[in-house]
């Protein structure tokens, strides 16, 4: 029960990591949680924690898409609201395949491995971005505009380099 009460953890202080909810502050620790306790369970277990984060990441950032959908796509509430959850669980895959990936490097590296996290997780916003016409929406270095300092940084490495930046933080915690 602990592994799932963390990933959910993790989950929410990323939706409290974007300025509707919370304070950019909170993304610098986010995932860790999440990546700590992928160290102790199993690969298939840490595919399930990760679909978790996402999903209720996901449902938290991009919430606005269903009225979007009824409003200017004429959709019918209860189609939008379908394909609202089928983008979500769409969506939620990448922090799935986040935790697996880290959890087979931890496997075969050991503990050390969870260092890579900020390599892994870029990787999987690279792929947000691009397959299937892409999602850039809600990467985790967009959580940092609100400061300027941070999101500087931006014109350097660009947003997935704050994203890395900042999961580097969740990733010494953890």
Known sequence: MVPFLLASLSGVLLVLSFPNYGHPGVAWLALAPLIFVIASVSTWQAAWLGLLVGTIHFLGTIYWIPTVMVEYGGLPVAISWLVYAAFVLYLALFPCLFAVMLSVIVGRVGALGLLLAPAVWVTTELGRMYLFTGFPWALLGY???????????????????VSALVVSTSAVTA
């Open 143 to 161: 959580s940092q505009v609100p400061f300027l300092a941070v999101a500087q940084a931006a014109s350097v490495v660009g947003v997935l380099g």
